[in-house]
């Protein structure tokens, strides 16, 4: 009998080659050129001049606003997120008929393919002095302002992630065994003891892992803030590429970069480990 | 008949405003010089240049509503190149994009103090003036030109000049506003809300500075602590940070916004009620220029384009459009009395007086950067 | 509960009506409604720009995603067996690939690209004077934006399709190599059909994500323009409802598709099985 499952190493390091290369120049590399530019100096007419210095992190609380509008705005965008997305994931997966579920799942997933940047436009013109608050004014509501507002902000960031989170939730849930509900019932159990005790904590693993990857990406969030906060909501994201595109100073905005890149990590970490305890760690493992 | 003669005909000609035989006749060339043409370089050569490799496509980059559109279609109907513009906001992110490389622009606009530092940085190609041979220097106010010279060489030639002053909507504001200091004082106080600054560090700190009477352009560490001051207490009273302002003004977001000449004329015909307020302590004049980024994959069609924009006929419809002053008096001569009388594009000369051009070294100036950077960030 | 429901698709529907709805706008402009007509459908039709940014867009995305999709299978199959160290590693890299912001990735892609282009460009010039020239013979562009957006894709390809590989079943695998089948044929015929699945989701995940992204391509593309630049200018330029249009179509391009598939995979399944 041939060995099937263990073939040559020749063979595993050329199917293995191509991605170690592109993970090699295209990841380890620019993030060890954004560790060492971190402790440069920006060159007189902008850029980078070689240097070791730890200025440009002694200088980070000068962008403390960004980080803390950062970590506080995705927390908060996620749970928001998480809120709106629960009951229309529950909808789906228990509630809806087999034969429009389909079609409602579709729909949910549709909006993702009109451009994010279009889409984003379409708010910036909702929430402007001629959309939404000019009909609210016409009400008699008296005036309003949504647009460059946290409040705009965090309405795009729901828009934009919410079949994010509705997805993940939702497989967890369709997996839910219904009688596991009814046998809870004939137990005399309230249809919300149910809920607490058989629905939520089954639907946890879906919620966690869900949650984690709209918040991951909120962390990196520049556009959103961009149109719709109107250079008044800044996210590190936007404090980044003010520092690449207008101050060109390369080694603090590198050094703003590891910063968010290492905040990121120790977040996700310290996050999956409190998860793991809710929905079992190999659910919430991202690799 | 020189040169620039025979290439202004041929322009014409092109451009359908003559007929081929007077086209001919006009260039005194008749049957016989066209003959003559394929042997004398110097007459195949300009003609070359003009009609022939221009390939489809030009690069500009250039500044928010700053082009008639109709022009480009022109442009695009005689040479067959199309343009492809982007807009910007600030002259930082234009030095940004250069210094990475790699852009692909032909043509860009930048403004008058940041030449200077392009040179040094070998980012532009000194102009080639026998292929603009629409361009007349001596037609030209020289205040506003000589920003384009730099050790003697041609670098960049004027577009259009302006000031920076800021617009009120006059239905929503009717205090008497006249100088910077009103500005940001209504801005934080009854008018909260409803201000806009340029996402631009010159004319945002710049008329900062201006509130305590500095310099438009000082770089002392005291006064820019000040002005930092100030946008600091500003913020959370701004409406936005946006140098393309005039959207928010239209819908009513927005009441009052820094702002320059032309978007000022621009926003005068759908808001008559608009007013443009030069700050009585003086603040930014300024000029725009033409320049060919080195290296511009279509430098045929680059100089195809200032050549075109720089025809007296097409940049007067370009100032109709955009609605600011030109320093080319060919231009002016086509231009309408009640433009060139009309107190946003030619302010009261004591109110010109203490206005300063934008001083060089300013777009590279590191402290400046980082005061916008944290005002932005803040 | 209904209601709720009823709510959240308005909700997430109200813009893109909004963005169809403007695209048949006669007048000038994105936001005030003039009258019916299809004249911004045949201005962005024309328009070279529009067609040059929707071809790069779909050359990258195509690029990227085929790149991404064959090098991430062959990695995910190789690192099945893989133990120890090599793991370890690989593991940590995919990790981060996928959780470093998207901007983080642009930004240091293009700081990156330039210093190394930088160097590399002299010393081409200097081996080989033929290069030297305006334009410098390694610049961002394409090449530089389908690399940046295969190094997430395949972060994403092999996660996917790992997942797909642990539920496989193995004991087909073997009974293939029993039966003396080459490990190429066994690749083909028995590994290949399990996976395929997750190797086609992966393929349009990865084509979705490189066809919308505008963060790395604003960093990396160079001169190059994709339709979420495009869009992105415009927006700077003053949108007018040809940019409406363009969404419209892609909306509408995609909807096919879907619609499409779901047709083709429920024929699929309703063939009779042969016992």
Redesign the interface.
Known sequence: ???????SPL??AV??A???L??L??????????IV?SFGERAAVGG?QAAFVLDNYLNLPARWTAFKNTLVLAPIGTVVCLI?AY??A???AV??RPETRTA?L???I??????????T??????L?G??LPSLIEWAGLGEVRFINTPFAVLLGIV?AY??LMIFPIYVSLEKLDKRLLEASEDLGASPWRGFMQVTLPLSAPGAVTACMLVF??L?????IPQ?LGGGKVFFI?NA??DL?LQSRN?PF??AV?VS??VI??AT?SVYMRFAGRIGGARDVS?? | MNKRDFIHQLWRYKRGSISRRQFLGATGLGLASTVLATTMPELAGPRRAFAGELG??V?LTSW??YHDENNFKAFTEQTGV?I??????SNEEMMAKLQ??????DVFVPTNYTIPDYVSQDLLEPLDTSLIPNFDASAYETRFTDAGTVDGKLYAISKDWGTTGYVINGGKITDPMATWKDFWDLSMTKYTGRSMVHDYQLTTIGNALKYYGYSFNSIDPKELADAEKLLLAAKPHLFGINS?YK?SLL?GDAWASVAWTGDALQLRRDMPDIRYILGQEGGEIWSDFYAVV????H?AAGYALINFLTDPAVNAKEVLFHGYPTADSRTNALLPKELLEDPIMYPAAELLAPLEFGAAGLITNEARAEIMARFKSA | ??G??AL??V??????L??VVFSFNSGFS???FKGVSFKWYAKAATN??VIDAVVNSLIVAASSATLAT???T??A???Q??KGW?RTV??G?????????????G???????????GLLNTALVALIPALA????PL???FASLI??H??FN?ALV??IVRARIAGMD?SL??A???L?AT?WR?FRQVTLPQILPAVLAGFLLGF?FSL?D??IAF?VA????T??IF???S?????TPE??A???V??AV??IL?FGS?LLLRRGHGRPRRA
Request: charge should be positive; glycine fraction near 10%; avoid cysteine.
């Open positions: 009998m041939r060995n099937a499952t263990g073939p063979l595993t199917l293995l191509p991605g170690a592109w993970f120049g295209l990841l380890v590399l620019p993030l060890g050129v954004v530019f980078y709106a009951p229309l529950y909808f789906l509630k809806a409602l579709i729909l949910v549709v909006p993702f393919w009109t451009s994010f940047l279009i889409r436009y379409a708010w910036m013109f909702i402007g001629r959309g828009y919410l079949p991951i990406l962390m990196g969030e520049y556009l149109l994201g980044l590429v690449f390369w905005g590198s970069a968010l890149v990121m990590l996700v991202l690799v | 489809d496509k690069a928010p509503s199309n492809e513009l982007a807009v910007f906001g990475a490389g790699g852009t692909g622009w393309d959207p819908s080195k290296g511009a994959p430098r | 509960m209904r709720y429901a959240i698709y909700f997430l529907y109200a813009p893109i909004l963005i994105a936001s005030d070279t720009f064959v090098f991430g062959m990695a199959l190789a690192l067996r893989v090599v690989f593991d890299l995919i990790y981060v690939a996928i959780m470093v912001p998207g901007i983080v990735i930004i240091s892609t293009l700081i990156a690209l330039v210093s190394v282009f020239g305006p334009e410098p610049a961002l562009g690399a940046a295969t190094l395949l092999i996660v193995r695998i073997e293939s190599a029993d003396y490990p066994t979705t919308d505008f963060v960093f160079g001169s190059k323009t339709l979420p869009v992105f200018s927006i700077r330029r003053g949108v940019i409406n363009i969404g419209t892609v909306l995609s909807l879907l779901q």
